[in-house]
T-cell receptor, first 117, second 115 residues
Framework: EAGVAQSPRYKIIEKRQSVAFWCNPI?????LYWYQQILGQGPKLLIQ????????DSQLPKDRFSAERLKGVDSTLKIQPAKLEDSAVYLC???????????????FGPGTRLTVL | AQTVTQSQPEMSVQEAETVTLSCTYD???????LFWYKQPPSRQMILVIR??????QNATENRFSVNFQKAAKSFSLKISDSQLGDTAMYFC????????????FGGGTRLMVKP
């Protein structure tokens, strides 16, 4: 079974530029998550999708971050414009069912390392 | 809001020995789950072990076991017979029963297993 795929793996941009990250979850997984992991910290949830609907985006900085999950499969996370403090690893994860069962394991992708100069 | 604290930024252990990683959390909820995730260098984060708060029995997965002290809000991970492949960042995470599958992570403990 293929794991969670993310691209690109690395991205370097100047501040005020735009950037987009892509995630393909494990086939059949209903729930998809985007996390931000700043160096030396644990992951912080940005947004959670169930199929193509948003379950929670309370920690997403909506003035510059946006995310979509068209057709309930792939997802894209965008930052526009980027700030220095957005430098982090952006992790995508998926879980199999509705996401309302905490015993559902979250499966993580390799992440995209973003550096903002 | 829930908080998760890992007070040991770095730890080391000799191969084949036992090490315990600490985690405390703060919540007013009764229905929740606790997790330990492992993030090896340059590799994906994977689930090590999970514990349901309503279960008194401590979870065990092969060489990994937890000491869950609900009243003290403590959730430590014990790794027995440490192996070189156990070298990684370890994150403790909290999930509230009424909040879907949202996880709150601690800051992590970097574990180095020495030969």
């Amino acid at each position: 079974e293929a794991g969670v795929a993310q691209s690109p793996r690395y991205k370097i941009i100047e501040k005020r530029q735009s950037v987009a990250f892509w995630c393909n979850p494990i086939s059949g997984h209903a729930t998809l998550y985007w996390y931000q992991q700043i160096l030396g910290q644990g992951p912080k949830l940005l947004i959670q999708f169930q199929n193509n609907g948003v379950v929670d985006d309370s920690q997403l900085p909506k003035d510059r971050f946006s995310a979509e999950r068209l057709k309930g499969v792939d997802s894209t996370l965008k930052i526009q414009p980027a700030k220095l403090e957005d430098s982090a690893v952006y992790l995508c994860a998926s879980s199999p069912t509705s996401g309302r069962l905490l015993r559902d394991e979250q499966f993580f992708g390799p992440g995209t390392r973003l550096t903002v100069l | 809001a829930q908080t998760v604290t890992q007070s040991q930024p770095e730890m080391s252990v000799q191969e084949a020995e036992t090490v315990t990683l600490s985690c405390t959390y703060d919540t007013s909820e009764n229905n929740y789950y606790l997790f330990w995730y492992k993030q090896p260098p340059s590799r994906q984060m994977i689930l090590v072990i999970r514990q349901e708060a309503y279960k008194q029995q401590n979870a065990t997965e092969n060489r990994f076991s937890v000491n869950f002290q609900k009243a003290a809000k403590s959730f430590s991970l014990k790794i027995s017979d440490s192996q070189l492949g156990d070298t990684a960042m370890y994150f403790c995470a909290f999930g509230e029963g009424n909040a879907g599958n949202m996880l709150t992570f601690g800051g992590g403990t970097r574990l180095m297993v020495k030969p």
